[in-house]
C-alpha cells in the first residue's frame, strides 16, 4: 500500500458536508473545555482526545465509495463500509502516534523550553505513527498471505 495525496477528493466534497466536521469539532472541543474548567485540565484532556472529526468523515467516505459504486452499476454498501475500516486503521495507528505526543509534552514540560518539548514531542508523534503503520502493514501483509495460502 503506498500512501498518497488525492486532491480530486476534494472536488467530490460539497461545502455542506464540512459543516457536520466542523460543528461536532466545535461541539467536542467547547465540551472538553467546560469539563478542564469544573474538573481540571487533565481530566479536560482525557475529553481532546475524542476522535473529533473522524466520526463524521467515515460517514462521508462510505457515502462518497457508495455513490462511486453505484456510477458503475452496483450498490456499493460493501466497498463503502471497507474504505471506512481502513480510515479508522489509520485513526488508530494516529493515535498511538498522539499518545506519544502527549506522554513526551507530560514529561518534559516543567524539564526544557516549550519548543523544544514540542519539536520532541512531533518528533515522538512521526515516529511512532509511521513505526505502527509500517508493523500494522507487514501484519496484515502477513495475515493476507497466510489467507491465500490456505485457500
Do not use: C, Q
Not at 472529526?53 to 454498501?77: D, N, S, V
Not at 463503502?80 to 499518545?99: V, W
Amino acid at each position: 500500500m503506498r500512501v498518497t495525496a488525492n486532491m480530486s477528493a476534494l472536488a467530490r466534497s460539497r461545502w455542506n458536508e464540512y459543516l457536520p466536521r466542523f460543528l461536532f469539532g466545535g461541539v467536542v472541543t467547547a465540551f472538553a473545555g467546560v469539563m478542564a474548567k469544573e474538573f481540571g485540565p487533565s481530566f479536560g484532556g482525557l475529553f481532546l482526545a475524542f476522535p473529533a472529526i473522524f466520526p463524521a468523515g467515515a460517514t462521508l467516505i462510505e457515502r462518497h465509495e457508495r455513490e462511486k459504486k453505484r456510477e458503475t452499476g452496483g450498490h456499493g454498501r460493501i466497498r463503502g463500509r471497507k474504505a471506512a475500516g481502513l480510515d479508522a486503521a489509520g485513526a488508530s495507528i494516529g493515535a498511538l502516534g498522539l499518545l506519544s505526543f502527549a506522554v513526551v509534552v507530560w514529561k518534559l514540560v516543567v524539564l526544557a523550553p516549550l519548543w523544544e518539548v514540542l519539536s520532541s514531542a512531533t518528533l515522538a508523534w512521526f515516529m511512532i505513527s509511521i513505526l505502527a503503520w509500517k508493523l500494522w502493514r507487514a501484519v496484515r501483509r502477513t495475515t493476507l498471505i497466510r489467507g491465500s495460502a490456505s485457500r
